[in-house]
């Protein structure tokens, strides 16, 4: 099974898929592999370490509307599988699971709104500025001020790190597959 398995990602692989480390892996997987395909759509290739495959076309993930629409992409992978000369069996069971919703009538990109990194990075920036401005005051303070100033302070820099780290694990994401 498992050099079956082996064939079949060499030969997705050499046909554009690639390997993607932001994807829910699902019990008993061996490996998962997308492809991006024209009009804003991505298919993605879930292979078993029991042999079955499972194949779906959704929306990319560099679009809002990424989870509101997903389709089963069987025949597309059967069409891959036979031009390769891989035999394969083909299941009723592997019948796409969830209802397919229509597809929308336009996308959006979502790294052309305000909701891009580089507005994140900014906040970050400040956030860690004031946070660091805040601390500095300490040394003007006394009492319980100075208490209240630093835990304000040191929340401030911890917050705009957080966002720093987020949105590089965000930009890792949806750099485009290889």
Request: no cysteine.
């Amino acid at each position: 099974m498992k050099e079956w398995l082996e064939r079949v990602k060499k030969v997705l692989l050499e046909e554009g898929f690639s390997y993607t480390e932001f994807q829910h892996v699902k019990p008993g997987q061996y490996f998962g592999l997308v492809k991006d395909l024209p009009e804003g759509l991505q298919m993605h290739v879930r292979g078993f370490s029991d042999g079955r495959l499972e194949a779906e076309i959704e929306i990319s993930r560099f679009y809002f509307e990424h989870p509101s629409y997903k389709r089963s992409a069987t025949r597309e992978l059967a069409e891959i599988l036979k031009k390769h000369g891989i035999p394969y069996a083909e299941e009723k069971t592997l019948l796409f699971p969830q209802p397919v919703k229509r597809m929308p009538k336009s996308l959006t990109d979502w790294r052309k709104t305000l909701l891009h990194p580089n507005l994140y990075r900014l906040l970050a920036f400040y956030s860690v500025l004031l946070g660091v401005l805040e601390l500095y005051l300490l040394s003007t303070t006394s009492g319980w001020h100075k208490l209240v100033i630093a835990l304000g302070g040191l929340l401030l820099v911890l917050v705009g790190i957080g966002i720093l780290v987020v949105v590089k694990a965000i930009e890792k994401a949806l750099r485009p597959s290889a």
